[in-house]
């Protein structure tokens, strides 16, 4: 089964330019988010989406957005990039919580995308 | 949300058991701790998760005491291979979407030789 697939694994913007990172779940999963991990503030949460509706959102500004398909495939876009935003973006995905198909709560992350803003 | 702290560092030697505990003192009634294991480069990991009590798989025990507001991640007779970072992770994951998750800032497991 494959894991999780997250492109471009590398990527180098310069402040004020805009990024659209991609995420492509484990088959069946139909729940992704999205964090942010820097040596700072270590792993963050951004945003979930669960069958094309953001669940939630942690606490950042409007810059970061993000979007489901209704193939469960995620996009997170940061635009107006600052020197703040370089960091690692991982996303993962669990499967859906279900009275039939109870979820262990496991996040299935992938090897995320670096992004470096100069 | 959780406030959780771990240590930040820990070291130790090739066979020794390691714990490692998370504090998370304001955790729900509906929360779960989970713990990550995480390699440079790389995603994290899913090692054992619990709500109560102890659990334990076959790389790990977690021990939580009843009033739930600490945790143990116990890793027996740790090898080189051990060697990362763990996070401790307290949030609602069974209710996907109410709730966001929050990480403890991670403990850099170093094992010598």
């Known amino acids: 089964k494959a894991g999780v697939t997250q492109t471009p694994r590398y990527l180098i913007k310069t402040r004020g330019q805009q990024v659209t990172l991609s995420c492509s779940p484990i088959s069946g999963h139909r729940s992704v988010s999205w964090y942010q991990q820097t040596p700072g503030q270590g792993l963050q949460f951004l945003f979930e989406y669960f069958s094309e509706t953001q669940r939630n959102k942690g606490n950042f500004p409007g810059r970061f957005s993000g979007r489901q398909f209704s193939n469960s495939r995620s996009e997170m876009n940061v635009s107006t990039l600052e020197l703040g935003d370089s960091a690692l973006y991982l996303c993962?995905?669990?499967?859906?919580?279900?009275?039939?198909?109870?979820?262990?709560?496991?996040?299935?992350f992938g090897e995320g995308s670096r992004l470096t803003v100069l | 949300l959780a406030k959780i702290t771990q240590p930040i560092s820990m070291d130790s030697y090739e066979g020794q058991e390691v714990n490692i505990t998370c504090s998370h003192n304001n955790i729900a009634t509906n929360d779960y701790i989970t713990w990550y294991q995480q390699f440079p480069s790389q995603g994290p990991r899913f090692i054992i998760q619990?709500?109560?009590t102890k659990v334990t798989n076959e790389v790990a025990s977690l021990f939580i005491p009843a009033d739930r507001k600490s945790s143990t991640l116990s890793l027996p007779r740790v090898s080189l291979s051990d060697t990362a970072v763990y996070y401790c992770?307290?949030?609602?994951?069974?209710?996907?979407?109410?709730?966001?998750?929050?990480f403890g800032s991670g403990t850099r497991l170093q094992v010598q030789p």
């Open positions: 993962a995905s669990s499967f859906p919580t279900s009275p039939l198909y109870p979820n262990t709560g496991e996040l299935f």
């Open positions: 619990g709500y109560k």
């Open positions: 992770l307290v949030g609602d994951v069974r209710d996907t979407g109410r709730r966001a998750l929050t």
